[in-house]
């Protein structure tokens, strides 16, 4: 493990500069890991009720700090997959020396290890800096924190790079590095994904949620385990029909389209059609709770406004600076889960830069394979986030209907927000444009 370690060391100093930014961006998820998670641990060493001027008083009492740590623990999940995005891609680029390690005697799974120990030396700078920074900005927070913070802090900071460690580990656990310096995928011998396992745990797992207080199903008692329940059941079906739909627009279009653009994206997506689904999962999930989030929140505010402030129990700002702090970290959910698909995107032309490179010198102009790499996000992130909009939908409905708004129609601002995801994932994906542009270099032939 050691000598893995120190090869590990090595190869991380050694990057060049395409390298080097993966580098850089692990290392910035890193940070943003492990300043989340000290924030989540710092308020959840608050015991008993305190008077806290930040938030408009949303720190003071034990109920509203829960759902703040709950909020920040969801957060990690982009964040995870934004780092797994960042191993995978690192690997392809990392094919060569990878292959020299193959044929200096290392095995398949010593490759993978020296690889994840990579991306954890790079999340333990990340951390290194983003503790220092974080920890003294939430200590200010409050005058005395608990003695058992600090410690609490450390490992944190600590367990934040094993965990990059062990999600590159999941990530890299199907690339192998041959020894003649070309890096394959192993697919699973089924080819056919998770299949409708998982929408139907996605199902049992909403029937799991209304089945904890049977006495008061869809009441607001029931109202956080509901609403997690359809968010996650929602999202998780949602990447099912990414990965079903990906295989079905890909063989029917290979059969009958005549646009060379949509026929090399068809081909691409009928061969590997749950690489799209892994990389629109966090986007997904951002799509139910981002729609449900905008009716709720109009339906919240207008409810609000109409009792006026003599009829509650906190001030009005007390009310508006959770929906926006809610806002915000679902904001930065979606910029984080854009930096994933980006990365995912990026990877495709990374991955096929001499068999692109080979199409351009055949006579395929560029602007076919830009159009081509687009339509691999567009064609199987449609019919996604339409499901994702439903399901954040029915949660805006439901809650318009429990506040008992008088016969008020629900707001149309919900419906915005999957076009509006959509667009942005198309913007994302547009980033990789560049590289895709470098990768038709006839360079990139010599290694065919």
């Known amino acids: 493990m050691s000598g893995e370690l120190r090869l590990a060391w090595l190869l991380t100093r050694g990057s060049d500069r395409r390298e080097g930014w993966r580098v850089l961006l692990t290392a910035v998820g890193a940070g943003l890991a492990t300043g989340l998670a000290l924030a989540a641990t710092a308020v959840a060493s608050l015991r008993g009720q305190y008077r806290i001027a930040s938030a408009n008083g949303l720190l003071n009492q034990p109920g509203e700090r829960a759902g703040i740590v709950l909020t920040l623990l969801l957060l990690l999940v982009p964040v995870l997959g934004f780092l797994a995005q960042c191993a995978r891609i690192g690997a392809v680029h990392r094919d060569r020396r990878l292959a020299r390690l193959r044929l200096a005697g290392a095995a398949p799974g010593q490759v993978r290890r020296i690889a994840a120990l990579e991306a954890g030396l790079a999340c333990l700078g990340g951390s290194a800096v983003a503790a220092p920074i974080a920890v003294p900005l939430l200590l200010g927070l409050w005058p005395a924190a608990p003695a058992l913070l600090w410690p609490a802090c450390a490992l944190v900071t600590a367990a934040v790079p094993v965990l990059g460690a062990?999600?590159?580990?999941?990530?890299?656990r199907r690339v192998v590095a041959e020894p003649l310096g070309r890096v394959r995928r192993v697919r699973p011998r089924a080819g056919r994904g998770p299949g409708p396992l998982l929408p139907l745990a996605a199902s049992g797992l909403l029937v799991a949620g209304m089945l904890v207080a049977p006495s008061s199903v869809g009441g607001f008692g029931t109202a956080p385990v509901l609403v997690l329940s359809v968010v996650i059941g929602t999202g998780a079906s949602a990447v099912w029909l990414s990965g079903v739909t990906s295989r079905l627009i890909g063989r029917r279009l290979a059969e009958r389209t005549c646009d060379p653009a949509v026929l090399i994206a068809a081909e691409r997506l009928r061969d590997d059609p749950w690489t799209a689904a892994r990389t629109h999962a966090a986007v997904l999930l951002v799509t139910v709770a981002g729609t449900g989030f905008m009716g709720v929140r109009q339906v919240l505010l207008g409810t609000l406004h109409q009792r006026g402030p003599q009829s509650l129990a906190m001030d009005i700002s007390f009310y508006t600076t959770g929906i926006d702090l809610t806002g915000a970290a679902l904001l930065l959910a979606l910029a984080i889960a854009l930096c994933g698909l980006a990365v995912g995107t990026a990877e495709s032309p990374a991955t096929r830069r001499r068999a692109l490179a080979a199409q351009a010198a055949a006579g395929v102009p560029a602007a076919v394979l830009a159009r081509a790499l687009l339509l691999e996000t567009a064609l199987p992130l449609a019919p996604a986030v339409a499901l994702a909009g439903l399901g954040g939908m029915g949660i805006a409905t439901w809650y318009a209907l429990l506040a008992d708004t008088g016969g008020t129609a629900l707001p149309p601002a919900p419906l915005l927000v999957p076009?509006?995801?959509?667009?942005?994932?198309?913007?994302?994906?547009?980033?990789?444009?560049?590289?895709?542009?470098?990768?038709l270099s006839p360079a990139e032939l010599r290694h065919a």
């Open 166 to 172: 062990l999600v590159s580990v999941v990530a890299l």
């Open 419 to 439: 076009f509006v995801v959509y667009a942005a994932c198309l913007l994302a994906a547009a980033t990789s444009l560049p590289l895709l542009r470098r990768s």
